[in-house]
């Protein structure tokens, strides 16, 4: 199923706001092409790309995105591990490194999705303030460079940067690790708690709240931090537990023989 998403363009300097919301290369040369009195430009990176532009009608632009919804996975179960790179730092972190924290949240997300985009900076605030309380906070971007450039290590560092990230941003380049967490999408969310010596433990798999792109509902991360709080404060997390939903995490092409 696809997801709309619609902007609203008008005015001066309104194509480079647009840029930055859009997926893809080929749908913001779409959105210079649907301007007939923009000039547009591109330089050698693909996110370098420039509008100028003249004050024009509003006019509304209907950008689709794969819809995918986490799976069931088994609250209950283990964490599984993982060694992977931080590009922005070249430092290699390990489940065991989060051993001394109460609570740990991984998440796989990505630099493109639109459905990421809509709550980075709503995920950003959250991870500030629980990271302070004793959450451990981890992202991961599985998504393959081969169909996904965008992707690649080169610009999480960037995306990272850009967007204060306090937690690490993780490299799964062989996608192995989504396959052992059961990702399919981003963003997806996986809350794990940990009892003294005990392997951390699943306690949340669902959503940040009920805000999606195009759904005009206000982004408070209501589900998730709920569930956070639930864990720090050492009282049950709710049982009913709302799916994420975001785009498909993009897999490595299948090599022909």
């Known amino acids: 199923m696809a997801g709309v998403l619609t902007v609203t363009a008008s005015s001066v300097g309104v194509c480079g706001r647009l840029l930055a919301v859009l997926p893809s290369l080929s749908a913001r040369k779409a959105l210079c092409a649907s301007l007939s009195s923009s000039k547009c430009y591109s330089s050698m990176s693909w996110n370098s790309l ?7 009608p509003s006019r509304k632009l209907v950008i689709r995105a794969a819809r995918t919804e ?8 283990r964490a599984p591990d993982f060694e992977l790179p931080e590009p922005l730092t070249g430092k290699v972190w390990k489940l065991d490194d989060f051993e001394s924290y109460p609570a740990l949240l991984v998440m796989f997300i990505c630099n493109h999705c639109p459905f990421v985009k809509h709550l980075k900076k ?15 906070v981890v992202a991961i971007s599985s998504n393959s460079i081969t169909t996904h450039p965008q992707d690649g290590p080169e610009f999480m560092a960037e995306e990272a940067k850009i967007f204060n990230y306090p937690f690490p941003y993780l490299y ?5 690790v989504a396959r052992n967490f059961g990702a399919v999408c981003t963003p997806e969310f996986f809350l794990f708690k940990k009892d003294g010596r005990r392997p951390f433990e699943l306690v949340y798999h669902g959503q940040f709240d009920d805000s999606r792109p195009s759904n005009n509902m206000p982004i408070t991360g209501r589900d998730l931090s709920l569930a956070i709080d639930s864990v720090l404060s050492g009282q049950p997390v709710p049982s009913i537990q709302k799916p994420s939903v975001g785009c498909s995490i993009k897999w490595n092409p299948e090599v022909k023989a």
């Open 172 to 176: 799964d380049e062989s996608q192995d």
């Open 122 to 136: 709503d995920i950003v605030k959250l991870s500030n303030f629980y990271m302070k309380k004793g959450l451990a």
């Open 70 to 77: 986490s799976k069931g996975v088994t609250l209950g179960s």
């Open 50 to 56: 420039r509008c100028r532009t003249t004050v024009l």
